[in-house]
C-alpha cells in the first residue's frame, strides 16, 4: 500500500465550552471529535452535520468546514494522521480562520477514498459506540501524559480506534469473526466492564469449551482471562480516578468491582498504592506539570 495507516497523533484533548463557533478552517490532517456532552454541528464543504450526545464525527483533511457548539458542550478530540508520510514532522495543526493551506498542500494526508476506495462519512455511526468511546478517551488520557511509554500506548490505542471504524455501517459482532484469534476480546471486555463476565460466557462467545479458551487465551494474552479483566479493569479504574472526581464507591461499580473493599484491595495488589493514594499522586504531579 503506498500510504500505509500508521496513526500519528498530533494533538489531543478534551474541549470544556460554552456556546462557541469557529471560523472556517481547513485542515492538513483529520480530526476526530466525540459528543460526551452537548449539541455539536460541523459545517463541512457546505452540509450540516448535527451532533449530539454519543455521537462521533470526523473532519477530513483539506475540507473547508466550521464547527459550533449550539449548547454547553464537552467534546473530546484527537487531530492525527491516519496514513503514514515521510513529512509527517513538518505537518502541523492549522488555526482557525486559516483556509488557503495551497503552499502546504503536499503536507496534507490523503482522503479515505484515495487509499481505500471507501467514503469516511463526518458523522460517524459505529457498529460498538461504547467500545469506541472508551478507546478515543483512554487515548486521549494517555497521550496527555506526554511520556515515552505513554505516545507508544497512545499511537497503539488509535490504531485499535480506526480498526473499529472499519465497522462504521455494519453489524459486524466478535462472533462473527474468526472466533479462535480472540481479536474481539479487548473490544468485548471493555465495552461491558461494568458488568459481571464469566470465562464460560466468553469461551461460549468463542465457540470453544472452557478448557480449550483459557489455553488460546494465555497463548495470546500472556495470562488467564479473569486476571486480564481485572488488569482492564484496574485500567479502567486508573482512567477514573486521574480524570474524574467520581467517589470511589462509583468507581468501582464503573469498573465491575463487587464493592469498596474488592476494588481497593485489587488496586493496591496491582498498582503498589491504594486509590486515595493514587489519586492524589496524579494530581501532583498535574499540578506540577501546569506551574
Known sequence: MANPVLPYIRVADYAV??????PERRLLDYLLVYVHEGHL????????????????????????????????TVTPFAHLDIFYSPSRHETFVTRPGDTDLSEHRQLA??????????????????????????AMLKMIGIWQQ????GDLEAQHLATDHLSLLQELHGDDAPTGRHSHSLEWVTDYLSAHIAEP???????????????????????????????YLLHLRVQHAQDLLIRTDLAFKEIAGSCGFADVHHFSKAFRRLCGVPPGAFRGRARTQSSGSAR
Do not use: C, Y
Open 17 to 22: 465550552r460554552k456556546p462557541w463557533r469557529s
Open 41 to 72: 454541528v460541523i459545517h463541512v464543504d457546505g452540509h450540516r452535520h448535527d451532533l449530539v450526545q454519543g455521537d462521533f464525527g470526523v473532519v477530513p483533511p483539506l475540507a473547508l468546514h466550521t464547527l459550533e457548539g449550539v449548547t454547553n
Open 109 to 134: 494526508q490523503p482522503r479515505f477514498r484515495e487509499v481505500l476506495g471507501v467514503d469516511l462519512p463526518v458523522k460517524l455511526q459505529p457498529s460498538q459506540p461504547t467500545v469506541l468511546r472508551d
Open 146 to 149: 506526554r511520556t515515552f511509554l
Open 197 to 227: 463476565i464469566t470465562v464460560a460466557e466468553m469461551a461460549a462467545r468463542a465457540r470453544l469449551s472452557q478448557q480449550r479458551f483459557a489455553s488460546v487465551f494465555r497463548q495470546r494474552f500472556g495470562m488467564p482471562p479473569h486476571r
